[in-house]
């Protein structure tokens, strides 16, 4: 099991970087070899994704969502993917630490070389930085989701 936590100050307010990060069909803008993500209800994700020249999908349900605090995600399927991007006000409300923590099991040879030479950390910082110049330039986030999950929810809400 590996672990992977990284952080970036985005400068917007944290409504507009959690509502952005509530917008998962967005994800491809930022994400490297995410594919597509297509949310199937209001906690459910199908992602498609290319890592290290394998293409990889599984669903992903999210298991705890707190408005401007957090998104808890666990894979359902495929390798293990669980994880919690949180979101952090500055003392002056206009600046925000994004920051995501995941838990991954890496199969076979080529994910297990990449996980060992650190390739996962980095493309986690480089979607971090990616996620900051997608909304920084926007200004503005691209929609917004702003329903609570917890836990054992899950099966009841809607979009």
């Known amino acids: 099991m590996s672990t992977i936590e990284k952080s970036v100050t985005v400068d917007v307010p944290v ?3 959690y509502d952005q990060w509530t917008q998962f069909e967005t994800f491809p803008s930022f994400m490297e070899g995410v594919e597509e993500v297509r949310q199937l209800d209001a906690t459910h994700l199908h992602w498609r994704a290319d890592i290290a020249g394998i293409r990889r999908e599984w669903d992903a349900e999210i298991v705890d969502q707190t408005p401007d605090e957090r998104i808890t995600w666990r894979a359902l399927d495929g390798t293990k993917n669980d994880g919690t991007v949180s979101f952090a006000p500055d003392e002056l409300g206009s600046s ?12 076979g040879i080529v994910e297990k070389t990449g ?3 650190n ?8 979607d971090l930085e990616r996620f900051k110049q997608f909304i920084e330039s926007r200004g503005t986030e691209t929609g917004a989701w702003r329903g609570e999950v ?10």
């Open 115 to 117: 996980d060992a030479l």
């Open 150 to 159: 917890r836990p054992g929810d899950a099966d009841n809400l809607a979009l």
């Open 96 to 107: 925000t630490r994004v920051t995501l923590r995941m838990e991954f099991e890496p199969e």
């Open 119 to 126: 390739i996962v950390d980095r493309r986690t910082e480089g």
């Open 15 to 17: 409504r507009t970087a």
